[in-house]
């Protein structure tokens, strides 16, 4: 049996044949003498299994015991009591509210240990469950640095309103995937979702398209025609690359923006649309107004929910869950062998300023599951140079070897996390501590959950 953490908090006389009994067991034990000493551990470390070993005999500690079973996150507790504790409403409650289950005092090992391992299992399921939630919330866009996490707190609040949002950002940086979600998190999630990208279309006919067009409205419209905003209706209009559409279709846009109905090339009467607009351009539209590029009223109109969409140079702590992301879907697709990057191939991406963004990365990527001749993949695979070894001082050095060795292990042992901390020489739970502190997914699991 591979080896578990375990906290086991002693606030009773167990003995320590009781905690040999479980290490032999295989329970990675790690004893706490008092509840400060277990809040302290519990927020350095995460135990899957905690473990409470209480007498009767202890001074009331009810509100402390309280506090430090409250703060434990993703652990599933096991208390062997004293019979008479039971009496207490207050310890009671705690059982009932917070454990797994219990055994009174003196616990037989092999009980204990079963009892352990149930309440493991349930934790494991917990977690993964929790963990596809967290995936589910996360728009489908991969990063857990702080930049993500406030983009999707800022979709969570915009989804909810009804106004329009306007999304900034580089090209390629997953503005359209920011706009999917706020149209999935929106009351609009049934209906539509009408991505347009404003720059690709002919500006003969990006007026038709966008507002349809009657039979015989101009040569060639043999048929009527409904445009790219109808067929919206219910859900939501994305218009990417706001900044390139035409001024007169800017003042039909305002117009729709104001009054809710279109009116098709040719038409006399105009139709009522419900349809959300989302607008997204990589120039500053406040620019693009100065110059007279842009209307003034119309940016005011779509500038009510404004988000910004940061550049992946700016969130380089999401580079290696991104590119290993994109490595699993690549590999995946291509059905080769590839299933990792050496060491110096991830020194290079994050050595990499990244001017064309996810986009960029995803490419590259791609790229290199199609060119790597070996397992793993290198830094010319990625059409890199490996980085000259100026890393800008030793604790910035010393951070990136750790994450690199951290995810090419990982990614060579299939994410197993025993051999993972076997092969580099940590605890599982120091493991465990080191994915968290960079942002390293668990499990292969994890990432195939995040596919769209
Ligand atoms: N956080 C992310 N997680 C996973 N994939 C992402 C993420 N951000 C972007 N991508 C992927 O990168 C590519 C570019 O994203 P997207 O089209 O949303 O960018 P954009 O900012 O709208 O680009 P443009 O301005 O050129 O239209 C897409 O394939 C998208 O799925």
Not at 33 to 41: I, N
Not at 133 to 151: D, K
Not at 165 to 191: D, N
Not at 306 to 321: G, K, S, Y
Request: proline letters at 4%; one cysteine or more; hydrophobic letters at 45%.
């Amino acid at each position: 049996m591979s080896s578990r953490s375990l906290l086991c908090v002693n606030l009773g006389s167990a003995t320590s044949s009781l905690i040999g009994a479980l290490s032999r067991a295989g329970w990675e034990v790690v004893e706490a003498g008092d509840l400060a000493e277990a809040a302290r551990l519990q927020a350095h470390l995460s135990f899957t299994v905690s473990l409470l070993l209480i007498d009767a005999g202890r001074p009331a500690l009810d509100a402390e015991l309280d506090a430090c079973v409250r703060a434990s996150r993703g652990t599933e507790w096991v208390a062997v009591c004293d019979g008479r504790l039971l009496d207490s409403p207050v310890f009671r409650d705690l059982l009932l509210s917070f454990f797994f289950c219990y055994l009174p005092a003196p616990a037989d090992p092999q009980a204990l240990d079963l009892l352990l391992r149930h309440a493991y299992q349930l934790a494991l399921l917990r977690r993964q469950h929790g963990r596809k939630e967290l995936l589910g919330e996360s728009e489908g866009m991969v990063g857990q640095g702080p930049a993500m996490q406030r983009l999707r707190e800022q979709i969570r609040k915009v989804a909810s309103n009804g106004a329009p949002v306007l999304i900034g950002g580089e090209s390629g940086s997953g503005k359209e995937l920011a706009a999917q979600g706020i149209h999935r998190r929106s009351r609009r999630a049934a209906g539509p979702f009408i991505a347009v990208n404003c720059g690709a279309i002919s500006p003969l006919l990006i007026h038709s398209e966008l507002f349809g067009h009657e039979r015989g409205a101009f040569t060639g419209a043999s048929s009527q025609h409904s445009g790219l905003i109808e067929a919206a209706h219910g859900g939501t209009i994305f218009l990417d690359e706001i900044g390139d559409l035409p001024l007169e279709l800017q003042t039909s846009l305002l117009r729709f923006l104001q009054e809710k109905t279109i009116t098709r090339v040719g038409a006399v009467r105009s139709i009522a649309v419900d349809a959300r607009v989302v607008a997204a351009s990589h120039v500053d539209l406040a620019e693009a107004v100065a110059k007279g590029r842009f209307r003034e009223d119309l940016y005011y109109r779509l500038n009510v929910l404004p988000i910004e969409v940061p550049p992946l140079r700016d969130r380089m702590e999401d580079v290696p869950m991104l590119a290993e992301y994109f490595l699993r879907g690549c590999a995946h697709e291509a059905g080769t062998r590839v299933d990792g990057f050496r060491r110096q191939a991830m020194a290079a991406l994050l050595a990499h300023d990244w001017p064309g963004n996810v986009r960029e990365l995803h490419n590259r990527v791609r790229r290199a599951v199609v060119m790597a001749d070996q397992r793993l993949i290198g830094a010319a695979d990625l059409g890199l140079a490996p980085p000259e070894r100026a890393w800008g001082g030793l604790d910035a050095a010393r951070t990136a070897a750790e994450r690199d060795a951290i995810s090419v292990t990982l990614s060579r042992v299939g994410r197993n996390i025993t051999i993972a901390a076997r092969e580099l020489g940590v605890s599982r739970m120091t493991l465990y501590r080191l994915m968290d502190k960079h942002h390293i997914v668990e499990s292969r699991d994890a990432r195939e959950s995040l596919s769209p």
